[in-house]
């Protein structure tokens, strides 16, 4: 799968538009815009983080209520 569709994937896998998952990682929109569309390529780490970020905050947002007191 190519890094296009892989950075589009992971925006659409928590029902964002560009602009909230810009605001959210903190990349910009324009930057987004081209690595979806395949007109710039990001470094390959790039995926794999916000694959990690979005998969952390996922993590957190499920323990939340669930620790014993």
């Known amino acids: 799968m190519d890094t296009a569709t892989v950075i589009k994937e992971l925006r659409e896998s928590v029902k964002m538009n560009r602009k909230e998952f810009s605001e959210h990682t903190g990349i910009p929109v324009r930057t987004l815009e081209d690595w979806e569309a395949g007109r710039r390529t990001p470094?390959?780490?790039i995926p794999r983080l916000i694959a990690y970020q979005l998969k952390y905050?996922?993590?957190?947002?499920?323990?939340?209520?669930?620790?014993?007191k």
Do not use: A, I, K
Not at 57 to 68: A, H, I, K, M, P
């Open 43 to 45: 470094p390959e780490y």
């Open 57 to 68: 905050e996922e993590l957190v947002r499920g323990n939340n209520g669930t620790e014993s």
